[in-house]
């Protein structure tokens, strides 16, 4: 093979082979025409997500501090008196603050809410020696409550046995918004009067400079928070005879007698 006839042979053997390796590749080229097109959207999705996260947390961050900014600072005696003082345990001074409002006639009557099963009445007493005569006539214990919403469902039926219109309510500052989200949902017909206790760490120390005193309060709003929620859901979806409330008989909060010990 020479000459023209043999350059020509070449080349068309060059351009069958050409052909046949284009034919190959076409399956390849239409599966993907445009690499990483597909990552685009991947990209965008992943770019929102981290958007949305952001904004939650900064919505989250927001919220929190103005829930600090909302609490109380200082402690100052009630405007206003009321039927009933409620004191919710936990939280150092509660209790002898609550005694010294029932001794100022800003109620008549006092509820020790969430009393542990534990502590005995003589305990009790014993922990507040100088208000005997006021612990024997006119201060109720509550034994079954064990947290917030238990609290304001064992507060409604002292409140109702009593026939009280009105309550000072006792807790610390921290915990005062939630229970207040709690007992108004429990009784939205009983008016009621903030009285927050400041404990001596929140006087000495801010809270952001302690750790454990920045997750308390970080917890306590995620627990205002899911409070909030989960009255909304009861509102319209009621559980129970009565606002969330299971069925029961109603109990009684015990014999008149003195503070649980902190």
Known sequence: CTGVFCATLGTNGFEAKARRIARDMEPALDSDPLPGADRRPRRWRLRIAVLLVAAALV??????????????????????RADGIVVLTGGSSRITDAMELLAGGYGRRLLISGVHWANGTTDISRSLPDNQALLRCCV????????????????????????????????????????????????????????????????????????????????????????????????????????????????PLGKPTAAATQ
């Open 59 to 80: 919505a989250f961050g927001a919220g929190f501090l103005r829930f600090m900014a909302d609490l109380e600072i200082n402690e100052e005696q009630p405007r206003v």
């Open 140 to 251: 109720d214990l509550d034994r079954s409550a064990v947290n917030t919403r238990s609290n304001a469902v064992e507060t409604r039926r002292w409140v109702r046995e009593q026939g009280f219109a009105s309550l000072i309510v006792v807790t610390s500052n921290y915990h005062m918004p939630r229970a207040l989200v709690e007992l108004s949902h429990a009784m939205p017909g009983v008016r009621l009067t903030p009285f927050p206790v400041i404990g001596d760490k929140w006087r000495d120390e801010p809270w952001w400079t302690s750790g454990a005193a920045a997750r308390l309060l970080i917890t306590e709003y995620v627990k205002y928070l899911a409070a909030g929620v989960r009255v909304r859901v009861d509102d319209v979806l009621p559980r129970g005879d009565e606002r969330g409330e299971p069925k029961s008989a109603p109990r």
